[in-house]
């Protein structure tokens, strides 16, 4: 979930520097292989999903810090068995940072406001 959240983040923080509006860029996702739960049922863009918790300031939901910490779960047992996981490692230092910028009780979806810098759907 936090690897699919970032790309999602990502491609919409994007996309609205690019001057395209996040609801439109959801509607090409979700009508595409793009097309996640992070997208379809848990968007990131305040304003594009009235019950998602950015709608709420990223309120409720599944807290950065249990994501972070179940990132670190993740990691620990690969690196355990020897195995590769670049986008466990990734997303693990992401959420790290996010915790320590005080971003630690939001959803883990504020990772599009609070890392990627993507703004509130006008």
Avoid at 10 to 35: P, Y
Avoid at 55 to 75: E, I, T
């Amino acid at each position: 979930m936090a690897v699919s959240m970032l790309g999602v983040s990502e491609a919409l923080a994007l996309g609205q520097s690019l001057g395209i509006a996040a609801s439109t860029l959801t509607r090409v996702f979700n009508s595409s292989s793009a097309r996640c739960w992070s997208s379809d049922s848990y968007n990131p863009v305040p304003g594009v999903m009235e019950e998602a918790p950015s709608s709420r300031n990223y309120d409720g939901g599944f807290a950065s810090k249990l994501m972070a910490k179940d990132l670190n779960l993740a990691a620990s047992s690969a690196k355990d068995i020897g195995q590769k996981c670049p986008l466990t490692s990734e997303a693990l230092e992401i959420y790290t940072e996010l915790c320590k910028d005080g971003h630690e009780a939001r959803d883990f979806s504020c990772v599009f406001r609070h890392y990627y810098s993507g703004m509130d759907e006008l």
